[in-house]
């Protein structure tokens, strides 16, 4: 595709529902990235996919945050029992190859916790 | 633990002006370091990169520069426009992991 997209690009979710959050990465890109940005912070590190394997989960808050990439295209980020610190911005980014390539995000999906 | 910090926090100049935002980070051991263009309710463009090897890279009117060992990179936006208000994120990749670390941001406003 053009870029990477996103989806839902806004959702609203009542505190204790679980959500999913889609990333479709730039076609032909190995690695996938997932980062969360607070309200007038930086991005911060949640996770990275090379193809379909999660090679690092570290930057992962909780349990309660899971990703997945099966078939080593799309990705859906799922939050399960959400909170109101879970509310922020979640950005997907793509590199051609490894993780020493340039990433290119996406618009993000901006989570609201009632 | 690499943290990444950026001077100032906003920034507020008149249109045309030259200026220059600076970005400073605690571990060098960095193999590149990229700045990006945050527009309100946007994702992250990507500015310029700068690989470790390297001083600086340019791009129109930007250019960023890299000093590895005293941990600092500036980003020199010369002739500014009120187009070029925004965030502004500096972010590096460590040798040993995947991830991007960034810093708080700069938030610019040029005023016509």
């Known amino acids: 595709g053009a870029g990477v997209s996103q989806s839902p690009r806004y959702k609203v979710a009542k505190r204790g529902q679980d959500v999913a959050l889609r990333c479709d990465p730039i076609?032909?890109?190995?690695?996938l990235f997932w980062y969360q940005q607070a309200l007038g912070q930086g991005p911060e590190f949640l996770t990275y996919?090379?193809?379909?394997?999660?090679?690092?989960k570290s930057g992962l808050p909780s349990d309660r945050f899971f990703a997945e990439r099966p078939e080593g295209s799309v990705s859906t980020l799922k939050i399960q029992r959400t909170q109101q610190e879970d509310s922020a911005v979640y950005l997907c980014?793509?590199?051609?190859?490894?993780?020493?390539?340039?990433?290119?995000f996406g618009p993000g999906t901006r989570l609201t916790v009632l | 633990k690499q943290e990444v910090t950026q001077i100032p926090a906003a920034l507020s100049v008149p249109e045309g002006e030259n200026l220059v935002l600076n970005c400073s980070f605690t571990?060098?051991?960095?193999?590149?370091l990229q700045w990006f263009r945050q527009d309100p309710g946007k994702g992250l463009t990507s500015l310029l990169l700068?690989?470790?090897?390297?001083r600086e890279q340019t791009s129109g009117r930007l250019n960023a520069s890299l000093d590895k060992s005293s941990g600092r990179s500036t980003l020199y936006i010369a002739a500014s426009q009120p187009g070029d208000s925004a965030t502004y994120l500096c972010?590096?990749?460590?040798?040993?992991?995947?991830?991007?670390?960034f810093g708080e941001g700069t938030q610019l406003t040029v005023n016509p």
């Open positions: 571990d060098s051991a960095i193999y590149n």
């Open positions: 980014a793509s590199s051609f190859g490894g993780f020493f390539n340039e990433q290119f």
């Open positions: 076609s032909g890109h190995v690695s």
């Open positions: 700068i690989q470790s090897s390297q």
């Open positions: 972010a590096v990749q460590e040798t040993s992991g995947s991830r991007l670390t």
């Open positions: 996919f090379q193809n379909e394997a999660q090679l690092d």
